[in-house]
């Protein structure tokens, strides 16, 4: 479920980058304004185990296929919402470093996508109202499993979401919906049953820490009115980004073809806010047929419909051998450099 | 006249759940003392250290650091004189670096950065550890997380080192510098082991426990050549005094 | 089972790499990803240029192109298996190349894996050039929370302990059990889980013990100064900056195909 940079337009990925840094420092002062020093062993030793249990990988029953623990229910429940924010992120950060799950860019969209929704939707409004301080484990089960789904549901429409939104997959968005959410069903009830189930165990030979963790994580400050607030704040912000940077945004046949071709620069569509969101608009619209984009199709969602009507790659093929001879070359001059470069530094060390 | 002793007088520790750890445990550490703690498994030794350490609250008893009882308010003071070795080096060693490590303590007692270096680096070389100092944490083979273990302890210059199972893991190299590390030393020092050995080699004088009760105190070599006290205690010699392979 | 790879593994030498500033590290990285996804959805050999990043930073720090390569390609199969529905949904035909006719599908998908593979090495790069606490603290100095900082630290201390104890736990549970791949069943997964669960939250009271006993007062303290050096972490910013607005604004292997053939 991890967004990837490639998949990712910058305006996306830098909107939800805002939006992540600002959820980062809140979770930050809120933590310090009730200090706990043993909270900073917890946390990371905590990250640690999420890391590792993710390593073991189950048979799921029915499907024979295997699975593996996501951990942001377990850690809501055991450190409370805004320190299992940060050791998710955490988490996510290392990730993106070691193994290159995901991106830098995209690490915004996913630290909002996999932790935002368990610590600060699921966890308060959900599992803490169904299990609650006293729990049975029949409770736990339910509130768990329950929990996860949502979480997950909520985070897979999201990555839907960003990656329709920066365009550069061509997955419609009714096919990527219907793609994901199904999945996700099935991997958040899943998590649902494994947190469920640590979660009785802990229950079982160690009640004490289920009870601390409860007291010592404090749900102060979160309310629904603030969490779907800042959502839809969040949703105006994107909203209003996207149509901001909406030249980016590709569009037309000649002029995605100019620039495969490597011809001479053309001067992006300014197409200004209200074609961006007609294009966005249209590209969520729930297509009958899933939409296969043959050329009088395209035509019908272009905003300059008849511009493009007539349009046919007829490519000077001189052209396009420029650019991508260029490109051949560019890369082995690349290369070469890189050789010279080794070549130098270690004569020099 | 020296400050730097250690006297526990009735200490008593039950846990949560009922069990009596320690049960009545009186003595007295003198300033320059090794004494080696030794029992079975379950004896009361690392729960000792805890009580001494601050770490768990006595139901029972006192603990007196050089005149200062310990209590909430002076553990602060009773943890800058006591340096603490714990039994697994990795749970010693968070920080992500030897150097950070090692500085840890000084940081924490407010000591300027030039200060700090100088101890670091001092305690490192004490241990035989210098070329270490930029080495990630995670990345130190069993002896060498030992050695470091003992300069973050050392870096504090404590008055007082207690030891638990400072040679647990390590290869008879690593055991063999340890050794002539401690014998070094010219601090007060405790060292709980089952390594009966080292505590002939380091500790003049030993402690033995069983079932949360002292049973013995005295010079190592009368503890170890009394037979019924080690059957008693579910303890056998030191595998150099046993005359035969074991 | 999934490893993590022992980046750690890779000593961070001496090379002109590892002595620049993390926080210079940092922003020409984060600049460098901004750069290749700002390309248009079709945009393939005007990203070619870009490639200069990471096989210049691999060249001067020493990094093994085979290690490099294999790191970057294990990160690929599920970005190219969303990358593979392009062409599936995108039809329209854009170039014809000596006869053959290629759709904007194929073109963006080859997008893709350009930017992904580029996305991807340099990422990798900034972990095996830079000690994992030297990132960190160049995220402090960058203004990131210091409880997030402390944090990383501490998981990548302990991630590597973890993962053995959870190799040794798994591989026990292998040697019991019949088959050649056995299959963990999921409430045994869940004990598993549950007694890593337990043994991690001892450790880290015993951790907090180790540090009460050396006079921790709940502030994290580190002795590392960062000095940013104007010519050689300056001159890196801009350097690079430069490169990637001048690879992004201007055509550059077409200038490059032209300048050959003119000669």
Redo the contacts between chains.
């Keep these: 479920m991890h967004m990837a940079d490639a998949l990712l337009s910058p305006a996306v990925g830098g909107t939800m980058w805002a939006v992540t840094a600002g959820l980062t420092a809140y979770s930050a002062r809120k933590l310090q304004n009730s200090p706990d020093e043993s909270r900073v062993p917890l946390m990371g030793v905590l990250g640690a185990f999420i890391f590792a249990a993710q390593m073991i990988n189950f048979s799921i029953p029915a499907t024979g296929s295997s699975g593996h623990l996501g951990g942001g229910m377990i850690l809501a429940i055991l450190l409370g919402p805004y320190a299992a924010f940060l050791v998710l992120a955490s988490v996510l950060i290392v990730q993106a470093l070691f193994f290159a799950d995901g991106g830098l860019l995209a690490l915004g969209c996913n630290i909002f996508n996999m932790a935002f929704f368990p610590c600060f939707f699921a966890y308060p409004f959900i599992y803490r109202k169904m299990a609650g301080n006293r729990p049975s484990q029949k409770k736990i089960l339910v509130a768990a499993t329950l929990s996860a789904v949502i979480a997950l549901q909520l985070g897979a429409f999201s990555v839907v979401l960003e990656t329709v939104a920066s365009g550069i997959s061509e997955l419609p968005f009714a096919t990527f919906l219907l793609l994901m959410q199904p999945i996700h069903l099935a991997i958040g009830l899943v998590e649902g049953l494994v947190t469920a189930a640590v979660v009785s165990f802990v229950w079982k030979a160690r009640p004490e820490v289920l009870q601390s963790a409860a007291q010592n994580a404090p749900l102060g400050g979160i309310s629904l009115r603030k969490v779907l607030v800042g959502l839809g704040a969040a949703a105006v912000i994107t909203g209003g980004a996207l149509s901001w940077f909406a030249s980016s945004y590709p569009d037309g046949l000649e002029w995605s073809m100019a620039r495969t071709a490597g011809t001479e620069e053309l001067e992006t569509p300014q197409e200004g806010i209200h074609g961006a969101l007609a294009a966005l608009q249209e590209k969520l619209a729930f297509l009958p047929d899933y939409g296969f984009r043959t050329a009088p199709e395209a035509e019908a969602q272009q905003v300059e419909a008849e511009e493009s009507a007539n349009q046919w790659p007829a490519v000077d093929p001189g052209t396009t051998v420029s650019g991508l001879v260029g490109g051949g070359l560019t890369l082995i001059l690349a290369g070469m450099i890189g050789i010279v470069l080794r070549r130098v530094s270690s004569s020099r060390s | 006249m020296s400050h730097h002793f250690l006297e526990i007088k009735d200490l008593c520790y039950t846990y949560p759940d009922g069990t009596e750890a320690l049960k009545g445990l009186s003595f007295r550490l003198e300033h320059g003392e090794a004494v080696g703690v030794v029992g079975a498994n379950g004896a009361g030794k690392s729960t000792m250290l805890l009580a001494l350490a601050g770490l768990v609250i006595p139901s029972g008893g006192s603990v007196n650091v050089g005149g200062t009882l310990l209590s909430k308010s002076t553990l602060g003071e009773i943890r800058r004189r006591l340096g603490f070795l714990f039994q697994d080096p990795e749970d010693q060693l968070f920080m992500p670096t030897v150097f950070d490590d090692v500085a840890f303590g000084p940081l924490n007692q407010g000591l300027s950065a030039r200060e700090v270096s100088e101890r670091v680096m001092d305690a490192l070389n004490g241990v035989g550890a210098g070329r270490l100092a930029d080495r990630p944490t995670h990345r130190l083979s069993g002896g060498e997380k030992r050695a470091v273990a003992i300069a973050t302890v050392l870096s504090m210059l404590p008055d007082i080192l207690v030891m638990d199972e400072p040679s647990s893991g390590l290869d008879p190299r690593g055991r063999r510098l340890l050794i002539g590390l401690l014998k070094n030393f010219t601090h007060t020092r405790m060292v709980a082991t089952h390594d009966l050995d080292m505590v002939l080699e380091l500790c003049p004088r030993t402690i033995v426990l069983h079932e949360g009760t002292l049973v013995a105190d005295g010079p190592t070599a009368n503890i170890f050549e009394d037979m019924d006290l080690l059957e008693r205690c579910h303890l056998e010699p030191p595998l150099c005094m046993q005359g035969k392979c074991p | ?2 490893q ?2 022992s ?2 593994a890779m000593t961070p ?4 790499a590892d002595r620049l500033d993390p926080r210079a590290k940092w922003i020409v ?2 600049a460098f ?2 750069a ?3 390309f ?7 990203i ?2 870009l ?2 990043y990471p ?2 930073i ?5 990094v093994p192109v085979r290690s490099l390569l294999g ?2 390609l ?2 690929l199969p ?2 190219l298996f ?2 593979l ?2 062409p ?10 000596w006869g053959y ?1 290629i759709t ?2 194929w ?2 998908f080859f ?3 350009l ?2 593979l580029l ?2 090495s ?3 790069l ?2 095996m050039t830079t ?3 030297r ?2 603290l160049g995220l402090e100095k960058l203004r ?5 900082v ?14 053995d ?3 040794r ?2 591989r026990a549970h292998h040697l019991r059990s019949r088959g050649n791949k056995p ?16 043994r ?2 001892d ?16 502030e ?5 100064p960062l000095c940013f050096s104007c010519s050689r972490d300056g001159a890196f910013i801009l350097c690079w900056m430069f490169f990637f607005l001048l690879a992004r ?1 201007v ?8 300048w ?2 003119g000669k």
């Design positions: 089972m999934p993590i790879p980046f750690s030498g001496s090379s002109r990285t984060f990803v901004v290749v996804s700002s248009g959805k079709y945009e393939v050999s005007r070619t240029p490639f200069l096989v210049a691999m060249a001067v720090s020493g790191k970057t294990l990160a599920f970005i969303v990358g529905f392009n599936f949904f995108d039809r329209e035909v854009l170039l014809n190349l006719s904007g599908g073109v963006s997008s893709i894996t930017r992904s996305a991807v340099s990422a990798v900034l972990v000690p994992f606490d990132l960190c990131v929370p210091r409880i997030l402390t944090q990383l630290n501490f998981l990548h201390r302990y991630m590597f302990l973890l993962r104890e959870t190799q736990m798994v299959k963990i069943a999921l409430s045994t997964a869940g004990s598993m889980i549950g007694l890593l669960l337990l991690a939250l450790r880290a009271t015993r951790i907090h013990g180790a540090m009460l006993v050396r006079g921790f007062d709940g994290v303290r580190l002795l590392r604004f055509n550059l292997p077409v200038w490059l195909y032209g050959m053939v």
